[in-house]
């Protein structure tokens, strides 16, 4: 009789034993669940966001600019809605990027326009107004840098039109790569008499 109470009492211990293993595992799955659902949404928003980066003198290096912008912690990810990128050379403004919607990753070191994506460097002395009109467009704002993996038309002033896939614009030394599929159109100005045919 004594070892029959044994059994019985060894056989409740080990099922209590596996009953609370198996709740402890489904409330931790539970909560683990529920703060994922807590976390998801935006850890804050800014109507009107405006961003500037400067360099040890405090001379404007870039800034970004958006309508709407929201940042999500648990995925390190900032949304953006109407972004407008600048940026500055020598204290002035250099060139523009802008489009409809943007992200901004690795605490600003990327910076992805999407949608209507359009740079525009703005004329100096030496070169005339450049638009560039793609899908997309990154910026390595460290690197000073622009890419693009996309379709690209590039219309430069006054009549030269260059299409092609994906691109590399290097700001540091001011040169423009486009990568494949490259045509040409250039229109000559009825006004230039310097070539008669």
Do not use: C
Request: glycine share 4%; hydrophobic share 35%; proline share 3%.
């Amino acid at each position: 009789m004594n070892l029959l109470s044994t059994a019985f009492a060894l056989i409740f211990i080990i099922i209590v034993m596996l009953a609370s293993f198996w709740l402890k595992e489904e409330v931790v799955k539970e909560y683990k669940n529920s703060t994922t659902t807590k976390n998801s949404g935006p850890s804050f928003f800014l109507n009107k966001f405006n961003s500037t980066r400067t360099d040890e003198d405090g001379n404007l290096q870039n800034s970004l600019q958006a309508e709407y912008m929201k940042h999500y912690k648990d995925q390190d990810k900032t949304t953006l809605i109407k972004p407008f990128y600048t940026k500055y050379k020598n204290k002035n403004k250099h060139s523009t990027i802008y489009s409809d919607v943007g992200e901004v990753r690795d605490k600003g070191e990327e910076i992805i326009l999407r949608e209507n994506a359009i740079l525009v460097r703005l004329p100096t002395k030496t070169k005339k107004v450049l638009k560039l009109f793609t899908h997309e467009l990154n910026i390595y704002s460290e690197l000073d840098v622009v890419t693009s993996q996309k379709a690209v038309k590039m219309i430069q002033e006054p009549n030269i039109e260059i299409n092609g896939i994906g691109m590399k614009y290097d700001n540091k030394e001011g040169i423009l790569k486009l990568l494949s599929k490259v045509k040409v159109h250039y229109e000559k100005p009825k006004d230039d008499n310097r070539f008669k045919y």
